[in-house]
């Protein structure tokens, strides 16, 4: 008879075992994942949203105006010698808003 309640208690203590394993991935969702995809999401949002006129900042450092927008390239044209470069959409970092003031470097 011991036998038999030893083997019913296999379960349970398995669960047992694999419950801290759980909420590790638990945490490890809520902490990292989950907040990757909202910015991931945001960003594409922010992708689509772009249009001619629209002062950018590319993940190279370049500052500049959309002056062409189609569906995977774009024409930014940056500079006082205003120097038109293609790149891909992909490229944007970030949409630069125009009323916010610019800080000095440190």
């Known amino acids: 008879m011991i036998i038999l309640q030893a083997s019913a208690n296999k379960p349970l203590d398995m669960l047992l075992a694999l419950l801290p394993f759980l909420a590790m991935m638990g945490v490890l969702y809520f902490f990292l994942m989950r907040p990757e995809k909202k910015r991931k999401e945001a960003y594409r ?62």
């Open 45 to 106: 949002e922010m992708l689509g949203q772009l249009s001619v006129n629209d002062e950018i900042l590319t993940k190279g450092g370049i500052v500049g105006k959309i002056i062409k927008l189609d569906d995977e390239y774009m024409v930014v044209e940056s500079g006082p010698e205003r120097v038109r470069l293609k790149m891909v959409r992909d490229a944007i970092y970030t949409k630069v808003k125009k009323d916010e003031p610019t800080q000095p470097m440190q």
